[in-house]
C-alpha cells in the first residue's frame, strides 16, 4: 500500500465494463449542459429523451457485458473495486429499467406539477448511478459512494415537491433519518474494516472465512455487522426501521416514492448482498437469526398497518414495508437459493410498484391520497383500474403474476432450510395485507360509485406506455417465470479479483 | 418424467384446449367494446358451450375400465423448479369436468346478470378455465395456481353484481379461502422440498404420491395443513361461515357456479391431494375428519331448519350435503368414495338448481324471506312444482339423483364407521324436515294479494330449469354410466391406500365382485365394481 | 499507542450524535449531530488505519468528509426551505403526516 503512495501507478481500469455508468453519468451532464447552456428554453421531453435513451444504453451495454461474462466468467475493475458479475449487471440492467419507467411516468408529472424537468431528470440519472455502484462495489469505500449518490441524489428529488408542505416535510424526515442511517452503516463499515483490516470486501472475505475457524470471533466485528444491519435495514425500509418510510412516500411525488421503492430499495438490498451476506457469508451465525427476525416484524407491521390506513400511497408504503419483510425471507436463508428468490422478487416488485405509483400518479394528490378518490375509476379509466388491479393482486401474491412467483420462490427458499415459522407467518401475513389490497380493488370497481362530475382523468401517452408494459412484465413473468429464475440465479456476486 | 410423458395418451391436448378455450373466450371478451348489447353474452355461451363440448367429448371417449389417468399431457413448464403443465382426467375429476363444462353456458344462457354484460360474461369464463384448471392438474403448482385463481373471478362477481352486503360478504370469501391456501402453499412446498431425491425437484402429484418419502409425523403435518385449506373450502363447520355470506350476497349465477363447482375444489382436493398424497394421514386423521363432516351435517341442517332468507336455508344446506361428501370420501371403501364423487355432481346439480329458483323467486317478489312468502303455488303452480322436484331431488328422494349419492355413501360407510354413520343418516331426515318445511311455507299456506300476483314461470325459465330436472331424474334413475367410470378410478385409490397403510378395506361391502382388465400403468391390481340396485 | 481510548472516544462521539439526533428539536442542531456521528466514524477510521498501518483508514475518512460536505448543503437547503414557509425550524412541528 505505502508502495503504492511512494510512486503512484494509477490502477488498470477496463473502461468497457463501466460504460453503463458513463452512459448514465454523461445523459445527466447532456441535460444539465444543455439546457443551461441553451439560449432558447429546451421542451421538457429533451431532459426525458435524454434520461430514458441513457438508460436503455446502459440497459443494452449491460446485457452485451452479461453475455462477456458468460463466456468468460466474473472479474473485478479499477484494483478489484469494481465488481462486473451476474449480480451487478442483473441490478444494472433492473435499474436502467426502472429509471426508464419513473423518467417516462415523471414526463407528465413534472409538467403538471410545474417542476423543474431538467433536474428531475439528471437527479435521476445520478441517483441510479449510485444505486449500480453500490450493487457493483467490492469495496467498502465504493459502495459507501454508491450510497451516498444515491441518496443525496434522492434527498432533492424528495424536496422538489416543496410547494406542498408535505412534500417538504418529507424531504426533511428523508434527509435526516437517511444520514441517520447512512452514518450506523457507516459506523458498521469503520468496524468492519478495523476487524478485517481491509475495505476490499475480496479480502474480507478471505479473511473472515479463516476467522471463522477460530474459537471465538471478535466481538467488534459481531458490533460491526450489528451496524451494518441496522444500516441497511433503514434503507430498505424494513421494520423496525421503517418509520420514515410512510411519510415519505406519502409526501413525495408519486414517481420518486416509485423510484424510492423500486430502486432504491433494489440497490440497498444490493448493498446488503454484497456486503453482508457474500462477504461476510463465514459469519452467517451472526447475521441470518436477525435477519429473520427482522423480516418477520417487517411482514407484521408492513400487514397490520397497511390495513388500518386510508391514504393509498401509505397504504403503498406499509405494504412496501411488508415486501422488505418477504425479500428478507430469501435474503436470511443464506442460500444461493435464496438470493436469487430475493433478487426474483426484487424485480417483479419493482414493476409492480413502479406501476402502482403510476397510477397513483395519474389520480393526483387533493389532499392527500384518499382512497375514496379511487372509487369508480373503473367506471372512468377501465384499463388503468384494470392495471391497478393487476399490480394490487400481484402484490398480494394471487396467482399468474410475478408477485406469486416471487413469493413463492421466497418462501421455498425457506422452506428448503427447514425455517418453517417465517414461511407460515409470511403467508398468514400476506393473507392480512391482502385485505387492504382487496380495499382498494372494491373501491375502484364499485359499480355503485357517482362518478359523473369527476374531473377527467388525462393519462398520459408515456404513463400509459409504463403502466402497461408493467403489467405486461409482471403478468408474463407470471406465467413463464423460467427465463427470470434462470437470470437470477446466474446473478449470483462473485467477488473475484482482477479481471 | 419422461416416464410420466409416455403414458400420455392423446395425440392433441384436449384437456389443455378445455382449459384455454374459456380464457381464450374471457380475453376475446374483454377486448371487444361495450357499445355491442348481446354479444359479449353470445359469445361467452359460444366458448362455455365449446367448452362443454369437449368435456362431453372427454367422457365419451373416456375408457371406462381404465382407473389411471387419461388423455393425459405434460408439457415443461418451469423446468428449472421442476413444474410442469400437466394435465389428465381420472374416474374421480371426469364428472366434475362434464359438470364445471355444462354448467357454465346454462348459468350465462339462462341467467341475466343485471348490467355489465361484458365483465360478467369474461368473468364467467375466466372462472370456468380456472375450475378446469384446478380439475384437471396434475402437477401441486398448477393445481395450487388454478385453485387460488378462481377466487379472482368468483370475488368480482360477488362484489360486482351481489346484493347489498357483497363487499363484505366477497372480502370474507376471499380472505377465508386465502387463508387455507396460504398453509397449504407451505406446505407443498416442504413436501416437494424433503420429497425431492436424485431426480431433482418435481411438483408431480403422480411422482409424489408414489414416492411417499415423507416420515410419519411430517407427513401428518402436511395432510393438515393440505386438509384445512380444503376444509374452508367445503366447507366443514366451524370455518363455514364464508359460505352462507357468500351464497346469499352473490349473484344468483355466482351462487350456482359457487355451489356446483367452487365448492366441489374441496372435496375434491381432499380426495386428490389428500387421499392420495398422504394415504398414512388420512387413515391416521379420518376419525377426525368423518367427524367434522358428520357435525357438518347436523348443524347444516339445524341452522337451515331456522333461516329466515331462502337463499340462506339453501346455503347452509349445502354444508349438510358437502358433510356426507367428507363422511364417504374419508369411509375408504369404494362405495363411499364413489358415492361421495357423484354426490358432488348431484349437489352441484340440485343446489345450483335450487338457487337459480330461489334467484327467479326473488326477481319476482324482490325478497327472500321465507315469512313474507306464502301460498305461492296457487299462483304458480308450475315454478312450485319444478321447486318440488329440486328439493326432493336435494332431499335424497328415491328415484331422483341425491338418493343415488347419499345410499352409496351411507352404505360405504357404514361398514367402516358405522356410529358416524348412524347419525348422519338422522340428517337426512333433518334435510326433509328443513327443505319441506320451507317449501310448505313459502309454497302453501294464505296466499296474499301480493303472493297471489307472483308470476308463473316464463318459457325461457323453463327452458333454463330443464337440463336441471333431467339431469336429476336421469341421475335418480340411472347412475351407471357415471359409476362405471367413477369406480376403477375410485377402487385404485383405495388400493393405494391399502398399499401404504395398514388399512385394510372390509371385505364384506364387496357385493358383485368380478374382474376387469386393468390398464393403469400406476395400479395394476385387482378391482371391483358395485352394482346397485334400487 | 492506546487504541481503546480512540475507539471509546469514537463510540462516545457517535452516541452523543444519536442522542442528539433523537432529542434535539432545532434541525440546524440535528445535521450538527449527523455531523458528530460521521466524525466518530472517522476517528474509528483513522484509528484502525493506523492499528493495521494501513492507509485505507485516512482515505476513506477523506471521502466522508468530503460526502458529509455534500449532504449537509443538500441538508441545509432543505431545512431552508421549511424554515421560509414556517419561519420556524423545529422538527417536532413536521408532523402533517401520520398514521
Not at chain 1, 380 to 396: H, I, K, M, N
Request: proline fraction near 4%; charge should be negative; aromatic fraction near 12%.
Amino acid at each position: 500500500m505505502f508502495a503504492q503512495l511512494t510512486q503512484f501507478e494509477s490502477p488498470p481500469v477496463d473502461f468497457f465494463s463501466l460504460t453503463p455508468l458513463f452512459i448514465l453519468v454523461g445523459g445527466a451532464v447532456v441535460i444539465m449542459l444543455v439546457t443551461s447552456l441553451s439560449p432558447r428554453p429546451i421542451p421538457g421531453w429533451f431532459s426525458t429523451a435524454v434520461s430514458v435513451a441513457a438508460s436503455a444504453g446502459a440497459a443494452v451495454v449491460a446485457m452485451v457485458l452479461w453475455n462477456d461474462v458468460r463466456e468468460s466468467g466474473p472479474y473485478s475493475t479499477v484494483s478489484d473495486a469494481i465488481g462486473i458479475d451476474g449480480f451487478s449487471l442483473f441490478f444494472t440492467v433492473l435499474v436502467s429499467l426502472g429509471v426508464i419507467a419513473t423518467a417516462l411516468v415523471g414526463d407528465a408529472y413534472v409538467r403538471r406539477e410545474h417542476i423543474a424537468a431538467p433536474e428531475f431528470h439528471a437527479l435521476l440519472l445520478t441517483a441510479a448511478t449510485g444505486a449500480i455502484v453500490m450493487a457493483s462495489a467490492n469495496d467498502l469505500v465504493v459502495m459507501f459512494i454508491g450510497l451516498e449518490s444515491l441518496s443525496i441524489g434522492l434527498y432533492i428529488l424528495a424536496a422538489m415537491q416543496f410547494r406542498r408542505p408535505h412534500g417538504r416535510e418529507a424531504a426533511m424526515k428523508y434527509f435526516v433519518l437517511g444520514a441517520f442511517s447512512s452514518a450506523f452503516l457507516l459506523y458498521g463499515i469503520a468496524l468492519v474494516y478495523g476487524t478485517t483490516g481491509s475495505t476490499s470486501l475480496i479480502v474480507i472475505r478471505e479473511r473472515t472465512s479463516s476467522l471463522g475457524a477460530m474459537v471465538s470471533p471478535s466481538e467488534l466485528l459481531i458490533v460491526g455487522i450489528a451496524l451494518l444491519l441496522v444500516g441497511f435495514a433503514f434503507k430498505v425500509a424494513a421494520a423496525p426501521f421503517h418509520f420514515w418510510a410512510p411519510d415519505v412516500y406519502e409526501g413525495s411525488g408519486s414517481p420518486v416514492s416509485g423510484f424510492m421503492a423500486s430502486v432504491a430499495k433494489a440497490a440497498a438490498f444490493a448493498g446488503l448482498l454484497r456486503v453482508v451476506v457474500v462477504a461476510l457469508g463465514a459469519n452467517e451465525g451472526d447475521w441470518a437469526v436477525p435477519l429473520a427476525v427482522l423480516s418477520a416484524i417487517s411482514i407484521i407491521v408492513g400487514a397490520v398497518m397497511a390495513i388500518t390506513q386510508n391514504d393509498v400511497k401509505r397504504m403503498l408504503a406499509f405494504s412496501s414495508v411488508g415486501h422488505a419483510g418477504y425479500i428478507l425471507v430469501g435474503v436470511q436463508a443464506a442460500t444461493a437459493e435464496g438470493m436469487s428468490s430475493a433478487l426474483f422478487y426484487l424485480f417483479a416488485y419493482t414493476f409492480m410498484v413502479i406501476g402502482s405509483f403510476a397510477v397513483v400518479s395519474v389520480i393526483g394528490w387533493d389532499n392527500g391520497h384518499p382512497i375514496e378518490r379511487y372509487e369508480g375509476l373503473a367506471k372512468r379509466r377501465p384499463w388503468l383500474a384494470g392495471a391497478f388491479t393487476v399490480f394490487l393482486l400481484a402484490q398480494a401474491g394471487v396467482p399468474m403474476t410475478a408477485g406469486f412467483v416471487a413469493k413463492f420462490l421466497v418462501i421455498k427458499s425457506a422452506v428448503a432450510e427447514e425455517i418453517y415459522w417465517l414461511a407460515i407467518l409470511a403467508m398468514v401475513a400476506s393473507v392480512i395485507t391482502a385485505f387492504m389490497y382487496l380495499r382498494i380493488v372494491m373501491a375502484m370497481w364499485a359499480r355503485d360509485a357517482d362518478v359523473d362530475d369527476a374531473p377527467r382523468l388525462a393519462v398520459a401517452p408515456a404513463t400509459a406506455f409504463v403502466v402497461a408494459a408493467a403489467v405486461a412484465i409482471t403478468l408474463v413473468y407470471g406465467i413463464i417465470p423460467d427465463s427470470l429464475i434462470e437470470f437470477t440465479r446466474d446473478a449470483v456476486p462473485a467477488l473475484v479479483a482482477g479481471n | 418424467m419422461t416416464m410420466f410423458a409416455s403414458s400420455a395418451t392423446s395425440s392433441m391436448p384436449i384437456l389443455t384446449w378445455l382449459i384455454l378455450l374459456p380464457a381464450v373466450g374471457a380475453a376475446l371478451i374483454a377486448i371487444l367494446p361495450k357499445s355491442m348489447p348481446g354479444l359479449h353474452r353470445q359469445l361467452g355461451v359460444l366458448f362455455s358451450g365449446g367448452a362443454a363440448g369437449l368435456s362431453i367429448y372427454v367422457a365419451t371417449q373416456f375408457d371406462t375400465h381404465s382407473s389411471g389417468f387419461q388423455f393425459e399431457t405434460i408439457q415443461e413448464w418451469i423446468p428449472t423448479l421442476g413444474i410442469s403443465w400437466h394435465v389428465g382426467v381420472d374416474g374421480i375429476s371426469l364428472w366434475l369436468v362434464v359438470l364445471t363444462g355444462l354448467i357454465f353456458p346454462i348459468v350465462l344462457a339462462g341467467i341475466d346478470p343485471h348490467g355489465d354484460e361484458k365483465s360478467y360474461t369474461a368473468w364467467m369464463l375466466m372462472l370456468q378455465a380456472g375450475s378446469f384448471g384446478a380439475f384437471l392438474a396434475l402437477d401441486l403448482f398448477m393445481f395450487f395456481v388454478f385453485f387460488e385463481i378462481v377466487l379472482v373471478p368468483m370475488y368480482m362477481l360477488i362484489s360486482g353484481w351481489g346484493y347489498a352486503d357483497r363487499k363484505y360478504a366477497a372480502t370474507k370469501f376471499f380472505l377465508y379461502t386465502m387463508f387455507g391456501s396460504a398453509l397449504m402453499l407451505v406446505a407443498m412446498l416442504t413436501l416437494v422440498s424433503l420429497s425431492a431425491g436424485d431426480g431433482g425437484l418435481t411438483f408431480d402429484l403422480v411422482a409424489l404420491a408414489e414416492r411417499q418419502a415423507l416420515g410419519v409425523n411430517t407427513a401428518r403435518w402436511l395432510f393438515l395443513a393440505f386438509a384445512f385449506a380444503f376444509a374452508i373450502k367445503v366447507p366443514v363447520a366451524p370455518i363455514h361461515t364464508w359460505l352462507p355470506d357468500a351464497h346469499t350476497q352473490a349473484p344468483t349465477g355466482g351462487s350456482v357456479i359457487l355451489a356446483a363447482v367452487m365448492l366441489k375444489l374441496g372435496t375434491y382436493g381432499l380426495l386428490r391431494f389428500g387421499l392420495y398424497l398422504f394415504p398414512e394421514a388420512s387413515v391416521h386423521f379420518a376419525p377426525l375428519l368423518v367427524t367434522v363432516g358428520v357435525i357438518g351435517i347436523i348443524y347444516g341442517a339445524i341452522v337451515a331448519t331456522v333461516q329466515g332468507d331462502l337463499k340462506r336455508l339453501v346455503a347452509y344446506s349445502s354444508v349438510a350435503h358437502m358433510g356426507f361428501i367428507v363422511l364417504g370420501t374419508f369411509a375408504f371403501t369404494t362405495q363411499g368414495i364413489s358415492g361421495s364423487v357423484l354426490q358432488m355432481v348431484n349437489h352441484g346439480v340440485s343446489t345450483g338448481a335450487l338457487f337459480i329458483l330461489v334467484g327467479m323467486l326473488y326477481e319476482r317478489r324482490k325478497t327472500r324471506a321465507i315469512d313474507e312468502l306464502s301460498g305461492i303455488q296457487k299462483a304458480a303452480p308450475i315454478f312450485a312444482a319444478v321447486f318440488t322436484v329440486s328439493m326432493l331431488s336435494s332431499v335424497g328422494l328415491p328415484g331422483l339423483n341425491g338418493f343415488a349419492g347419499e345410499f352409496l355413501i351411507l352404505i360405504g360407510s357404514f361398514e367402516t364407521r358405522r356410529w358416524w354413520t348412524v347419525v348422519a343418516a338422522a340428517g337426512v331426515i333433518l334435510a326433509a324436515l328443513y327443505l319441506l318445511w320451507a317449501y310448505q311455507r313459502v309454497f302453501h299456506g294464505e296466499p296474499t294479494d301480493a303472493d297471489l300476483e307472483t308470476p308463473e314461470m316464463r318459457g325461457s325459465e323453463a327452458l333454463l330449469m330443464l337440463p336441471f330436472i333431467a339431469a336429476m331424474v336421469f341421475l335418480g334413475v340411472y347412475p351407471q354410466p357415471l359409476l362405471e367410470r367413477i369406480e376403477p378410478s375410485v377402487d385404485a385409490l383405495v388400493t393405494h391406500l391399502e398399499e401404504h397403510t395398514d388399512y385394510e378395506r372390509p371385505e364384506d361391502v364387496v357385493i358383485v365382485p368380478s374382474d376387469e382388465p386393468d390398464s393403469s400403468d400406476e395400479h395394476v391390481d385387482e378391482s371391483e365394481s358395485e352394482e346397485e340396485d334400487h | 499507542m492506546l487504541v481503546n481510548q480512540f475507539l471509546l472516544l469514537g463510540a462516545f462521539l457517535f452516541c452523543t450524535g444519536v442522542y442528539g439526533v433523537l432529542a434535539r428539536r432545532n434541525a440546524v442542531m440535528v445535521l450538527m449531530s449527523i455531523e458528530l456521528m460521521l466524525n466518530a466514524v472517522n476517528i474509528n477510521l483513522l484509528t484502525f488505519g493506523y492499528l493495521h498501518n494501513a492507509v485505507s483508514g485516512q482515505v476513506f475518512a477523506l471521502f466522508i468528509i468530503a460526502v458529509a460536505a455534500a449532504e449537509v448543503a443538500v441538508g441545509l437547503a432543505i431545512i431552508l426551505l421549511i424554515y421560509r414557509n414556517r419561519a420556524s425550524i423545529n422538527v417536532d412541528e413536521l408532523d402533517l403526516m401520520r398514521g
